[in-house]
């Protein structure tokens, strides 16, 4: 259910949510370590058992360090010019990409949410860390941690004050919960001042935070 100037959950996953971490900021102390120990284990135990070998697990690993936030920017760029190839964006995210030669790992979809003057879109995942890596590579370890995962559907616009952003109470905020089969993507709006900007000038304003919602394109923006 949405409504103006309030945040809007679209909930997929049957599962409640952390609110007890409805007060914590967002912080990253201890999680690289705490997830790359998981990674160490999950991985040592797929090949104890044989499920995968080490050569495997090496070119997915290659995989995921040629995505970078770097290939969904040249999508924004390119939608932001070229009308016809944005209605095909927001119709289907997936095919969409795969114009630009961007391959998927499994049979995901991949939604594009459009940030207007009227609605602003954030993106979580309250169950977990899914993430449109297969456009945006690896997400930052902010977004895997619980105070994230669980304000962003209670407390979105104090969740996007933290990161800089201030949006007006007449802008609708909707939070868009990805699962294990759908991805989200955020098509932010492109900077005024910047109708001379060829696609790669526009490309290096979008970065990984605005794909996500929690920031705003602006003529200042340089990819991480």
């Not at 760029?77 to 997936?94: C, E």
């Not at 991949?110 to 169950?127: A, D, F, G, K, S």
Request: a negative charge; one cysteine or more.
């Amino acid at each position: 259910m949405t409504s103006p100037g309030t945040g809007h959950h679209d909930h997929h996953h049957d599962h409640d949510h952390p609110h007890d971490q409805a007060h914590t900021p967002i912080t990253t102390e201890a999680a690289v370590s705490y997830y790359e120990v998981m990674e160490i284990a999950v991985r040592e135990l797929l090949v104890e058992r044989k499920l995968i070998g080490p050569d495997e697990i090496r070119r997915q690993i290659e995989v995921l360090d040629s995505r970078t936030p770097a290939l969904g920017a040249k999508v924004v760029a390119r939608a932001w010019t070229d009308p016809a190839f944005k209605a095909r964006l927001l119709a289907n995210g997936r095919t969409g990409c795969e114009e630009f030669g961007i391959s998927f790992y499994d049979d995901t979809q991949l939604i594009v949410l459009e940030n207007t003057e009227t609605v602003h879109n954030l993106i979580v995942c309250t169950l977990c860390s899914c993430y449109p890596r297969p456009v945006l590579g690896l997400p930052p370890d902010w977004y895997k941690l619980k105070p994230y995962r669980a304000r962003a559907v209670s407390e979105p616009r104090a969740v996007l004050a933290e990161f800089g952003t201030h949006i007006p109470d007449d802008v609708e905020v909707r939070v868009s919960d990805s699962t294990a089969i759908v991805r989200y993507l955020v098509l932010p709006m492109r900077p005024a001042g910047t109708d001379g900007y060829d696609e790669e000038q526009l490309a290096s304003l979008v970065t990984r935070d605005t794909m996500i919602g929690v920031v705003q394109a602006t003529k200042q923006g340089a990819r991480p």
